[in-house]
């Protein structure tokens, strides 16, 4: 599993179905009220878990801001502001975590929760330096930061690539896209072997993995 120096995901569950009440208009939102709430939220929910919280450390609290547009099946010519809001949380040795928001059009404020496999790795001889192993994905379950997360606004996408040790020979990545106002795992590759090798295998999703150099 991953060796980076990750402090609890399960941090601030209690946030997980918190809504900040903005405008209760149906007109397209400016999200003013959004963009202030949104820091107070992030701050109760992760001043004991982000380092960016703290005045004496170097990261910036304030967030990056993405504005995206969305559109439901039942009436996709309806154009749907959203916006995102990427929080640097803190830096492991060799890992940058981050913490999502978003406001849809009410300037509801709500935390972004990202959909992940569950799974086992069994490693020939219990080496976890070996190239013959067995994976097994047993489940989904749901993280609330992404390592070294890149937001890409032309695709209105989430990508994470996750270092299992500085190396990065043993590693995850995954992509999430927005659609229809949530974000929606498209695939999840893993390298769990220290090997000195970086071949990634799918455990989730279509397709196959970008060799990664």
């Not at 001043?47 to 910036?60: A, E, G, R, V, Y």
């Not at 492991?92 to 799974?119: K, L, M, R």
């Not at 020939?124 to 067995?134: A, F, L, R, V």
């Not at 890409?152 to 992509?175: C, F, M, N, V």
Request: hydrophobic residues 35%; glycine residues 6%; aromatic residues 16%.
């Amino acid at each position: 599993m991953p060796a980076f120096p990750l402090k609890s995901r399960s941090a601030a569950i209690v946030w997980a179905m918190f809504v900040v009440a903005g405008s209760s208009s149906g007109a397209l939102a400016q999200f003013e009220n959004a963009d202030r709430q949104v820091q107070d939220v992030f701050a109760i929910a992760y001043k004991d878990i982000c380092t960016s919280l703290d005045p004496s450390d170097m990261l910036d609290p304030t967030p990056e801001i993405y504005d995206f547009t969305f559109s439901y099946d039942f009436e996709p010519d309806v154009k749907r502001p959203y916006r995102l809001y990427r929080f640097h949380c803190f830096n492991g040795a060799y890992n940058a975590i981050h913490v999502y928001y978003g406001a849809d059009q009410y300037e509801e404020v709500h935390q972004v929760f990202f959909a992940v496999p569950s799974f086992d790795v069994k490693y020939e001889n219990d080496d976890d330096e070996s190239k013959n192993y067995k994976v097994t994905v047993n489940g989904f379950t749901a993280y609330d930061q992404l390592v070294n997360s890149e937001v890409d606004p032309a695709t209105q996408s989430i990508h994470e690539y996750s270092k299992w040790r500085g190396l990065g020979d043993a590693s995850s990545e995954g992509l999430w896209v927005f659609e229809q106002g949530r974000f929606v795992l498209k695939y999840y590759d893993i390298d769990p072997s220290y090997d000195g090798e970086f071949i990634l295998h799918r455990i989730y999703g279509e397709g196959q993995p970008t060799a990664r150099q």
